[in-house]
């Protein structure tokens, strides 16, 4: 029985999910095409044409619009920053709408026009 368990225990140890890299470990200015939303902790809009997305530890994304985006133009710091992904990932060309929330009461989200990411630069973050 217990040859048993010592062949069961490694074969464990090597099926379980592997670290992924942490986000600190990423250079400042380095250029991705996606990042993993469930990391995103939080996101604002820097007015007139990029968000940033705050990671956990001292990094964080910042995507530039591909195009104009009138929601981020004239957003203040109430801005909805709504995700649209097929994934997990949050990638370049996806859209993002940027909305007021009060505006949106009346109109509905949906009346705010789509905004197409570029791809995202890694920033340090506050």
């Known amino acids: 029985m217990k040859r048993i368990i010592l062949f069961i225990l490694p074969a464990a140890a090597a099926c379980s999910p592997q670290p992924t890299a942490s986000p600190r470990l990423v250079n400042a200015g380095a250029s991705v095409n996606c990042i993993?939303?469930?990391q995103v902790v939080g996101r604002r809009v820097l007015p007139p044409s990029a968000v940033l997305f705050e990671m956990p530890g001292r990094i964080a994304y910042r995507n530039e619009f591909q195009?104009?985006?009138p929601g981020a133009a004239r957003a203040d710091p109430s801005?909805?920053?709504e995700?649209?992904?097929?994934s997990s990932e949050l990638c370049r060309d996806d859209r993002v709408r940027i909305y007021d929330p009060?505006?949106?009461r009346a109109t509905g989200p949906?009346?705010?026009a789509e905004?197409?990411?570029g791809s995202f630069t890694a920033v340090?973050?506050?």
């Open 36 to 38: 993993d939303l469930k």
């Open 67 to 69: 195009g104009s985006c």
């Open 79 to 81: 801005a909805i920053i």
């Open 115 to 117: 905004c197409r990411l």
């Open 124 to 126: 340090p973050g506050d």
């Open 102 to 104: 009060v505006e949106a």
């Open 83 to 86: 995700t649209e992904s097929q």
């Open 110 to 112: 949906r009346s705010f």
